[in-house]
C-alpha cells in the first residue's frame, strides 16, 4: 500500500477504476494507435485534434492523481473540511461520521463499502486497512465494481 493514495475520506485510489483499469487501457490504446501511425492522421479524424492530446496524457501521465495531491472533486466538502482541521484521515476525527459523509455511505450513489473500511481503519488502524487494500487491488478489485454488485 502506498500511504499517499489514502484519500480524506478513507477511499484509496489504487482501488478507483480510473487508476486500475482505465489508465492502464488508455496507455494500451494509445501504444497501439502510435504503432498503426495515428498520430500522423488523428487531425483528419472528427474531434482527434482534441482527443489525441487527452488520450496521450492519459497515456503518459495518468488520469487522475490523489485528491491530496489535487486530483478529484476540488469542491468535495471531505477534503476541504479534512484540509481545514489540518487531519490526514476523516476516521481520525473526533467529529467522524459526521454529515460530509451522507452521500458517500449512501448505496445507491455512494461507495458501499466504505463505512466497513472507515471501521476497519479505525478499530484495526492503517496496516490492516492497507492489507485489505492490497488484497483488493490484487483480486482487481474497483470501487465501480461494487457499486454495480451493490445495485443487483
Same mark, same amino acid.
Given at each position: $500500500?502506498?500511504?499517499?493514495?489514502?484519500?480524506?475520506?478513507?477511499? #484509496?485510489?489504487?482501488?478507483?477504476?480510473? $487508476?486500475?483499469?482505465?489508465?492502464?487501457?488508455?496507455?494500451?490504446?494509445?501504444?497501439?494507435?502510435?504503432?498503426?501511425?495515428?498520430?500522423?492522421?488523428?487531425?483528419?479524424?472528427? &474531434?482527434?485534434?482534441?482527443?489525441?492530446?487527452?488520450?496521450?496524457?492519459?497515456?503518459?501521465? &495518468?488520469?487522475?492523481?490523489?485528491?491530496?495531491?489535487?486530483?478529484?472533486?476540488?469542491?468535495?466538502?471531505?477534503?476541504?473540511?479534512?484540509?481545514?482541521?489540518?487531519?490526514?484521515?476523516?476516521?481520525?476525527?473526533?467529529? #467522524?461520521?459526521?454529515?460530509?459523509?451522507?452521500?458517500?455511505?449512501?448505496?445507491?450513489?455512494? #461507495?458501499?463499502?466504505?463505512?466497513?473500511?472507515?471501521?476497519?481503519?479505525?478499530?484495526?488502524?492503517?496496516?490492516?486497512?492497507?492489507?485489505?487494500?492490497?488484497?483488493?487491488?490484487?483480486?482487481?478489485?474497483?470501487?465501480?465494481?461494487?457499486?454495480?454488485?451493490?445495485?443487483?
Amino acid at each position: $500500500m502506498d500511504k499517499k493514495y489514502i484519500c480524506y475520506c478513507g477511499l #484509496y485510489c489504487e482501488n478507483c477504476a480510473v $487508476m486500475a483499469k482505465v489508465a492502464p487501457a488508455a496507455k494500451v490504446l494509445y501504444d497501439e494507435m502510435c504503432g498503426a501511425g495515428f498520430e500522423n492522421v488523428i487531425s483528419y479524424i472528427p &474531434g482527434g485534434d482534441g482527443f489525441w492530446p487527452f488520450l496521450k496524457s492519459m497515456a503518459e501521465d &495518468g488520469l487522475c492523481v490523489s485528491c491530496k495531491d489535487g486530483g478529484g472533486n476540488p469542491g468535495c466538502a471531505v477534503r476541504i473540511c479534512a484540509k481545514e482541521k489540518g487531519i490526514d484521515v476523516c476516521v481520525l476525527c473526533g467529529e #467522524y461520521p459526521c454529515e460530509k459523509f451522507d452521500a458517500f455511505f449512501e448505496k445507491s450513489v455512494g #461507495y458501499p463499502t466504505l463505512k466497513q473500511d472507515n471501521d476497519l481503519f479505525r478499530e484495526q488502524g492503517v496496516e490492516a486497512w492497507g492489507k485489505m487494500q492490497d488484497e483488493r487491488r490484487k483480486a482487481g478489485f474497483t470501487y465501480s465494481d461494487s457499486k454495480r454488485e451493490e445495485a443487483k
